[in-house]
């Protein structure tokens, strides 16, 4: 079994990637219309803060979460005790950011919420009657003007040799929010797991764009799209002493959206983020 890459263009490409959703918690898009150019120059220029002393000047303020997050604060996956072989930067509009990174990575922030609203719309669409009934509104509605809505960079450094044993680039996990949107990695290593518990290869061909249901979504659907657990594998061979940058956007509904009879958005999120020891 492999993931389907579908053209976002094709006339049958909502409905399509709504059932890739349904059955594996993935869609893959090609020819969506994300600049891959600015995505290059994001990855570039990241890698270069990531590469520099300055990231230390944006220390992450434990109070709003934006900022540079170490790899020594780095997050344990639910249910695991070794930390992910990373170090991130939290960019929301509103939080602190580089001056000289702040253009392109709000340019891409608008671009990746603008088509991710477009998504929920497809989802939307092709939500059974009987299943729409449990949104509390539309799924476009949920995200819109959210200051909650999350954009990680991701630095998953070469490989040393001295990693933590039993440690990987990310442990599986399942993401906390709606949908994530991810253009393809700079460097392979994304699997998910199929219902069948076999890990597929996530296609990295750069130009994809990745999109993954969150538990948020899980919850809002009544279960019926299915939260998918991923992970991010370590390098082998040449690959070992290759950086490994990612964009996720993490879409967040705003606080107050209802997802389920037990649960807002904001009280889930504070559930989510007690349980993996970051707040």
């Known amino acids: 079994m492999k993931l389907e890459t579908i053209d ?11 059932e890739s959703l ?14 891959k150019a600015l995505v290059d120059t994001i990855y570039e220029e990241w890698q270069a803060f990531f590469n520099s002393d300055e990231k230390q ?19 344990t996956a639910k249910g695991h005790t070794v930390k992910d072989i990373k170090e991130y930067y939290h960019v929301y509009p509103w939080g602190r950011i580089p001056d000289s990174l702040r253009e392109n990575i709000l340019r891409y922030y608008q671009e990746a919420n603008a ?11 092709h939500t059974p009657a009987e299943v729409a009934v449990n949104y ?48 393809a990695a700079n460097e392979p290593g994304l ?11 996530v296609p990295s061909d750069f130009g994809n764009l990745i999109i993954n249901i969150g538990d948020m979504l899980q919850e809002a659907s009544g279960g019926y799209f ?22 996720p956007l993490f879409l967040h509904p705003k606080p107050e959206v209802v997802l389920s009879e037990r649960y807002t958005a904001d009280s889930y999120l504070m559930e989510r983020l007690r349980e993996l020891g970051v707040i």
Do not use: C
Not at 23 to 35: A, K, M, Q, R
Not at 57 to 75: I, N
Not at 115 to 125: I, N, Q, R, T
């Open 8 to 18: 976002y263009h094709a006339e049958d490409s909502a409905k399509r990637f709504v």
């Open 22 to 35: 349904r059955e594996t918690g993935f869609g893959v898009l090609s020819n969506h219309p994300i600049d």
């Open 57 to 75: 000047h944006y220390l992450f303020k434990p109070e709003t979460h934006d900022g540079f997050f170490p790899a020594e604060v780095s997050e």
């Open 115 to 125: 088509l991710a609203e477009e998504l929920l719309g497809w989802v939307e669409a």
């Open 136 to 183: 509390s509104i539309a799924l476009p509605k949920m995200i819109e003007n959210s200051h909650k809505t999350l954009l990680r960079i991701l630095h998953y450094p070469p490989m040393s040799g001295d990693e933590e044993l039993g440690a990987i680039r990310a442990a599986a996990h399942e993401d906390i929010n709606l949908l994530t949107v991810l253009p």
């Open 191 to 201: 699997q998910v797991k199929a219902k069948s518990g076999e890990w597929l290869d």
């Open 226 to 247: 299915p939260s998918t657990t991923h992970r991010v594998v370590n390098p082998e061979g040449a690959d070992k002493t290759r950086s490994r940058i990612s964009l």
